[in-house]
């Protein structure tokens, strides 16, 4: 498990990065904007869209 926590950490790092880079409110929430959309397409590409539509509705259920 730490394994996966390592490589977790060591994919967060660019994404880290970026977040600090925002000036503002507007540049945070377009950079979240950006990462959605791309996080979309990866789950379409390799789990397919009803699997992501699932996992998103399951996420936001979680949150509530």
């Known amino acids: 498990m730490s ?3 390592n490589r977790m950490a060591e994919l967060m ?3 880290d990065k ?3 880079m925002c000036d503002n409110r ?3 929430i ?3 904007c950006a990462m959605l959309t791309s996080v979309r397409l990866i789950f379409d590409q390799e ?3 009803k699997a992501r539509i699932q ?3 399951d996420y936001t ?3 509530n």
């Open 13 to 15: 790092e660019p994404i």
């Open 61 to 63: 259920d979680e949150q």
């Open 47 to 49: 789990l397919g869209k």
């Open 3 to 5: 394994d996966i926590r």
């Open 55 to 57: 996992l998103f509705k």
């Open 26 to 28: 507007e540049d945070l």
């Open 18 to 20: 970026q977040i600090m």
């Open 30 to 32: 377009m950079l979240a």
